[in-house]
C-alpha cells in the first residue's frame, strides 16, 4: 500500500486545523507515543509516528481524518498506551491521534443510568463518577487507573468483573464514531434494546481502533453493592484450584464479581516486585474470590457457604479479606503481576489465551507440558472464572536462541489451544503482535468477511493499517 507522506506542508495544515499547541513533531514525543505496553525488543524494527496530534473534540477528529483520507496518511488513534498487543504502535508511521486532551465526562444521566464520556476519559474516573451517585461502572480492567474508555473500548476490554457485568462492550450503550472520511454519526442509544438494523455499537467494540475512531461512549451504570467481601483462597496444587472453580457458581447458585487465578510463579515475580506477599506464599495457587451486596448478614452467610466449599475443595485456607488494608494488598498483588513481568524479564512472550472454563485443566497440563519441552517456564494468572489465562512463557536472560524457544512453544500452544475450542485473545487483542496466527483462529469465510467490513469501513485504508489483518 503506498501511502502519503507527512510533510512540512501537511504540518503545517495539521496546525491550521487543530492549532500548533495540538501538534506535536519533537522525537522523544513521536517515540513515546509510538508504544504500548508490548517492549520494543518484539518489534522486527522500530516503529515511530511522523507526527502526533491531540485532537481536543470530535470537530477536530473529523478534520484530522478527511484530510487523511483525502490524502492517504495513515491515521493510529491512541489512548493510554496501555495495550498489549502493539494495537496503537503506529505500523506504517503517519499520524498518532491522541485522546488525552479529550478527557471530560460529560454527564451522568440519573434517570437513564448512563454515563456519557470522552474517549480520553480514565476508568477509573468514570468509576469514581458513578460512585459519587451510589452507582457503579462495572466495566474494571486491571490497567483502569491508567487505562482511557475509547481505548478499553477498541479493544473490548474485560477484566476482573466479566462473569458478572460482561466486558466492555456488554457495558456500552451507543457510541459517537467518526469515521475514515471524516463523516460523524452515533452507534446505538441510551435504550436497553435495539434491532434496528446491525448492532454497529459491538462491531466497533473490539475493532482495535480500524473502523473507526470512538469520540463519545455512553456505558450503563448499574447500582453499587455497599458491602463487598475478597476471599483469599489457597490451594496446595494448580488442579485443585482450577477444579474448583466451576463449583463455585453450581454448588452455591452464587455469581462472584471477581474469580481470579495467581500460580506460585506469577506471586513469586510479584511479591520480588512489589516487595512484599501474600498469606500461604509457598501454595501452588491462590484464588481471589470477590463477593458483593447490599446487606452485610446476607453477604456474610454467602462467603460463609463459599468459604466451606473451598475447604471441601482442598483449600488450605480461607482468608477473608473484608477491610480496606487487606483487600488493597490483594488486588494490589494481582493487578501488578504484569507489570512484574516486564520488569523482571527480557525474554517472554505474554499470551492471553481464552478456553471453555471446562477445558482450563487441560490447557493448564498443556502450558506445563509444552513449556517442559522447550526448557521454557511460565507464569500463569488470570481471570480464571471466563476462562481467560494470561500465559506468560518465559525464557532465562542465558537463553541465546529463546526467540526461536519461545515462538515454537507458542506455537504448539495455539494448536493446543484449538483443539480445546479456546481462542487467541480473550481481552488483549490482536493488533500487531498476533495477526500473523489470526488464520489458524478463523476459517477463510470469517478472514474474508472481516477483510471486506474493513474495506466498507476504510476504503483507503488509512485507519491503524497493519492491525488485525495486513
Ligand atoms: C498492567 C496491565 C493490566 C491490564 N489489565 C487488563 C485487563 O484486566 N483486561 C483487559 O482487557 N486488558 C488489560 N490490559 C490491557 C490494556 O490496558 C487494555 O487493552 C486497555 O483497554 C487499553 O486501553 P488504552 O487506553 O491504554 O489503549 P491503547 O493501548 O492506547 O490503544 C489500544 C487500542 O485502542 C485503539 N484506540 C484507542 N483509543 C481509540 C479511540 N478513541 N477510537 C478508536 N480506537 C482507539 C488503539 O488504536 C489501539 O488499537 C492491561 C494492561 C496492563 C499494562
Redesign the pocket.
Known sequence: MDYGTVTESVLKDLESLLGAHNVAVDEEKRRAYSL??VAEQFWDRPYCADVVVFPENTQHVSAILAYANERRIPV?????????SG??VPAYGGIVMA?DRMNRILEVDLENLTATAE?GVVTADIQAAAARHGLEYAGD???GD???I??????N????KVIKYGTTGANVLALEVVLPSGEVTWFGGKRRKDVTGLDLVHLIAGS??TL????KVVVKLVPRQEYVVDLLVPFPGVDEAIGFVPRVIRETGLIPSSLEFMDKTSLDLVSRYIGSSLPFADAEAHLIIQLEGGDDDVLADQYERIGDLCFEGGALEVFVADNRNFRDQLWKAR?NI??AIIALYRKYTKEDLAVPTSAIPDLMKGIERVCHTYGLESANFG?VGDGNMHVNILAGEDREDWREAIEEARLDLYRLTVELGGTLSG???I?LKRKKYLPMFLDEPQMRLIRGIKRVFDPNMIL?PG?ILD
Open positions: 504500548d505496553e493510529t488513534p491512541r489512548g493510554a498506551g496501555t495495550g498489549l494495537g496503537a485522546f474517549p480492567p486491571c490497567s491508567v487505562s482511557f475509547g481505548g478499553n473500548v477498541a479493544e476490554a474485560g477484566g476482573n482495535e481502533g473507526g475512531v470512538v469520540t493487578k504484569s507489570e481471570h481481552e488483549h487483542g493488533g491503524n492491525k
